[in-house]
């Protein structure tokens, strides 16, 4: 049990378009979701924090504009990148929080952006 | 400062060698410290600690929590090529949160 999937696995884009990222809990309900980036060779980044029918939470120097997050249902939660820029490439990773043990978080296997 | 340091950055075993991982803290809202795997995609869970002390063992991997001196080791024994990954010390804050260090980067020969 307690499995996060994300899709798509890897996306390439043209700079100024926008991105959507899926991450859902295919096994539990999950209260909670976080999102996180990670840099080649760094650790991974808490972006933000998504409680299911509430906004967002974002860490400092995150824009909240920039991605934007939506946590509809217990099940999915989305990222999208807007107007995307070469910077914003990355590998995003999402978290699933209020399965089985519920202060562990479950990821994602990660969605790789690549910005042209 | 929610920094989490680990030590060393990187690190080269042969196979059969014993490691030991570091994982230092500065706490502000400590909840739960836990330790992950990540090889090439997505973290994988390994240890969570909360109480100072008391070891946590899972086959040749063990790991313990210090709460007054604020730091954590993981320890691989009789390490083998599939223990080459980097591992992530993480700080469990409030609502949850984690933060991550920068991790070790394992790499076993064999």
């Known amino acids: 049990g307690a499995v996060v999937s994300q899709h798509p696995s890897w996306v390439i884009c043209k700079s100024g378009t926008s991105v959507k990222i899926e991450c859902r809990s295919l096994?539990?309900?999950?209260?909670?979701m976080f999102w996180y980036r990670q840099f080649p060779k760094q650790s991974l980044m808490l972006m933000a924090t998504?409680?299911?029918?509430?906004?967002?939470?974002?860490e400092q120097g995150v824009e909240k504009d920039k991605f934007l997050i939506n946590h509809a249902s217990l099940t999915l939660s989305t990222l999208t990148v807007t107007s995307a820029h070469p910077e914003d490439s990355s590998f995003y990773i999402c978290?699933?929080?209020?399965?089985?043990?519920?202060?562990?978080?479950?990821f994602g296997p990660g969605t790789r952006l690549t910005v042209l | 400062e929610d920094k989490v340091v680990q030590s060393p950055l990187s690190l080269v075993v042969h196979e059969g060698d014993t490691v030991t991982l570091n994982c230092s803290y500065e706490v502000t809202n400590f909840r739960s410290l836990l330790w992950y795997k990540q090889e090439k995609k997505a973290p994988t869970f390994l240890f969570m600690l909360t109480s100072s002390g008391i070891e946590k063992k899972s086959g040749r991997l063990s790991s313990i929590l210090d709460k007054k001196e604020l730091f954590s080791i993981l320890n691989i024994t009789a390490t083998q090529t599939g223990d080459s990954a980097v591992y992530l010390c993480?700080?469990?804050?409030?609502?949850?949160?984690?933060?991550f260090g920068s991790g070790t980067k394992l790499n076993v020969k064999p």
């Open positions: 978290s699933a929080s209020g399965g089985p043990t519920y202060n562990e978080q479950f």
């Open positions: 998504s409680n299911e029918g509430s906004k967002a939470t974002y």
């Open positions: 993480v700080r469990m804050g409030n609502f949850n949160k984690f933060y």
């Open positions: 096994d539990f309900q999950a209260t909670t």
